[in-house]
């Protein structure tokens, strides 16, 4: 069983309220929104505005999916307070994007929001040794960040099982969260490593039948 988190990069972003409230309708449980700067990933996203306007879809028809914030951008700290504002209930930073990530963690705690830190394919797990007790979730790219679909990177799985060891030894209770080219013919590869959350951007908003893409995802 794995937590479901649509991306909603590969939404419509015409019709991103309905779009929302539709995965969540079909049983997704997080919303996760993708932001980027043009900077740290070579494609230039959204920002705080349009991330309030998830956080309201996210909360809307009875649901209350997470909002989960993935700044893929430099300098993070300098925008973390925008984003808990725009409703980020779970605010996720690249180690590659903080000279000082212990410290960047705690400004996202600060806020009140969750902290969660990404790692790029090429990033060994080791960096988070010493504040890997301090985290809600470890983020593993299994692409290297800045757009959908693209297909996954083999390295993630021992990645992901590595961090599961460690995590579990530690019995900290830190969730690993998988990004990139997740979709329902290989979501169990990402559970069976130890992955709790399953981002999925083209996998479920371009899926010809969502519920039982979502349903594969849950399930996996
Ligand atoms: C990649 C983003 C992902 C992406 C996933 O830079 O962080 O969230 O949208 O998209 P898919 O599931 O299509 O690979
Ligand atoms: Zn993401």
Not at 1 to 27: E, K, Q, T, Y
Not at 194 to 200: E, K, Q
């Amino acid at each position: 069983m794995a937590l479901v988190a649509p991306s909603i990069l590969s939404a419509d972003f015409g019709r991103l309220h309905d779009d929302i409230v539709d995965v969540l309708d079909r049983g997704a449980h997080w919303v996760h929104v993708d932001v980027m700067d043009g900077r740290f990933v070579p494609n230039i996203t959204i920002g705080p505005v349009v991330t309030k306007a998830a956080a309201r879809a996210a909360k809307a028809n009875g649901h209350d999916a997470l909002v989960d914030v993935h700044l893929m951008i430099v300098e993070p700290d300098r925008y973390v307070q925008d984003f808990r504002d725009a409703g980020a209930e779970l605010i996720t930073v690249h180690a590659e994007a903080c000279l000082h990530l212990h410290r960047s963690i705690q400004a996202i705690k600060a806020t009140g929001a969750k902290a969660g830190v990404s790692l790029n394919p090429h990033t060994p797990e080791s960096v988070l040794d010493y504040v890997l007790d301090d985290l809600d979730l470890v983020l593993v790219m299994s692409v290297n960040p800045g757009f959908g679909g693209q297909s996954l990177i083999e390295t993630s799985f021992t990645k992901i099982e590595r961090l599961r060891r460690e995590i579990d030894r530690r019995a900290n209770g830190v969730l690993i969260e998988v990004d990139g080219g997740v979709k329902a013919d290989n979501a169990r590869r990402f559970t069976e490593a130890g992955a709790h959350v399953l981002v999925s951007g083209s996998g479920v908003f371009n899926a010809s039948d969502r519920t039982a893409a979502i349903a594969a995802l849950a399930a996996a």
